[in-house]
């Protein structure tokens, strides 16, 4: 059995990139194995300033969590900010982390690329994000590609705190699902909550509609062959079987069958696809009481953890 540990950004409504690029291995990880998932909203202060709006996403990744599988009697589920120790200890590990580490971190030089507004909390980021894991001694992170990068920089701050004092965090190994890694977005980019480019699996209907019909594709007339690995199949192969998909690619491939026809196949894959997820949501919705309970119960195993590793770190550095 491995310790495994993961969080998703309360940044905004989770997208089918969120599930198969992260919950659907939670999903799969819980069965075997020791898991914490959490949901980052200290990390999402770098990008939001609307504290109503902030409360509310968190509540819903929680219950996108839990409507979409993953078990509170598998696995911990907690808020992040219910555990004010991983801030403590960023601190401290932030006193280990040289500046032209935090540099190298390509997450905050795209967004800066980008236009987005940066700040220190940005720049800092991947020091939180080693305090999220080396708290709780995991043997293993799933991680996007584009966070692959940060899990180094923990494994990196956690060598020089080991070399400088003791023996006190373990060295966590990446976990990326290659297959899923990278899901594209409706503009054929990875898609993101920050790029605008998302297909939001809990969204209402019309709005899934209209985030489907909005998939990028050429001007090629209908009666025309096409390009059959265009953005469409590429989300679709992630709902269909693989005879499905290669009948989609093959109308395609003869013509007279136009985007408009295929993105339609692709919406009712995705309502099928995640039918009993988006009804049991809404049971979840009206029963907060239920929510809370497993939030409470998540946190206090959380801090359990958290308090004795903090204890460590404190008499290692001289605080205690």
């Given at each position: 059995m491995k310790k495994i540990i993961s969080g998703i950004q309360p940044s905004g409504i989770l997208h089918i990139g969120n599930y198969f690029g992260a919950i659907k291995q939670f999903i799969n990880f819980q069965e075997e194995n020791d898991c914490l998932f959490f949901v980052a909203d200290y990390h999402a202060l770098t990008s939001s300033t609307d504290s109503d709006t902030l409360r509310k996403n968190t509540r819903d990744v929680v219950l996108d969590y839990l409507a979409l599988g993953v078990d509170p009697k598998k696995a911990n589920i907690f808020i992040q900010s219910h555990i004010p120790l991983h801030t403590e200890l960023m601190w401290i590990l932030s006193n280990l982390t040289p500046m032209s580490l935090l540099e190298r971190g390509h997450s905050f030089k795209d967004k800066s690329a980008r236009g987005?507004?940066?700040?220190?909390?940005?720049?800092?980021?991947?020091?939180?994000?080693?305090?999220?894991?080396?708290?709780?001694?995991?043997?293993?992170v799933p991680v996007g590609k584009d966070q692959k990068q940060h899990l180094e920089m923990t494994r990196d701050i956690a060598t020089k705190?080991?070399?400088?004092?003791?023996?006190?965090?373990?060295?966590?190994?990446?976990?990326?699902?290659?297959?899923?890694?990278?899901?594209?977005?409706?503009?054929?980019?990875?898609?993101?909550?920050?790029?605008?480019?998302?297909?939001?699996?809990?969204?209402?209907?019309?709005?899934?509609?209209?985030?489907?019909?909005?998939?990028?594709?050429?001007?090629?007339?209908?009666?025309?062959?096409?390009?059959?690995?265009?953005?469409?199949?590429?989300?679709?192969?992630?709902?269909?079987?693989?005879?499905?998909?290669?009948?989609?690619?093959?109308?395609?491939?003869?013509?007279?069958?136009?985007?408009?026809?295929?993105?339609?196949?692709?919406?009712?894959?995705?309502?099928?696809?995640?039918?009993?997820?988006?009804?049991?949501?809404?049971?979840?919705?009206?029963?907060?009481?239920?929510?809370?309970?497993?939030?409470?119960?998540?946190?206090?195993?959380?801090?359990?953890?958290?308090?004795?590793k903090m204890i460590q770190v404190k008499k290692a550095v001289g605080l205690m």
């Open positions: 987005i507004s940066s700040n220190t909390g940005l720049f800092t980021y991947p020091v939180l994000m080693a305090a999220d894991i080396l708290m709780y001694d995991v043997d293993m705190f080991n070399e400088k004092y003791t023996e006190i965090f373990k060295l966590p190994e990446p976990m990326i699902v290659e297959s899923t890694a990278v899901v594209p977005g409706i503009d054929g980019a990875k898609m993101s909550k920050s790029y605008g480019n998302t297909i939001d699996m809990f969204a209402p209907k019309k709005i899934l509609k209209k985030q489907v019909m909005s998939i990028v594709t050429d001007s090629t007339p209908l009666e025309d062959p096409k390009d059959p690995d265009n953005n469409i199949t590429t989300l679709y192969k992630l709902f269909a079987t693989p005879e499905k998909l290669e009948e989609m690619k093959e109308k395609f491939r003869v013509g007279n069958y136009g985007y408009g026809h295929a993105k339609k196949e692709l919406l009712e894959a995705i309502l099928e696809h995640f039918a009993e997820a988006r009804a049991k949501r809404e049971e979840l919705v009206a029963n907060p009481e239920y929510v809370d309970k497993i939030l409470a119960e998540g946190a206090e195993k959380a801090r359990a953890i958290a308090k004795i």
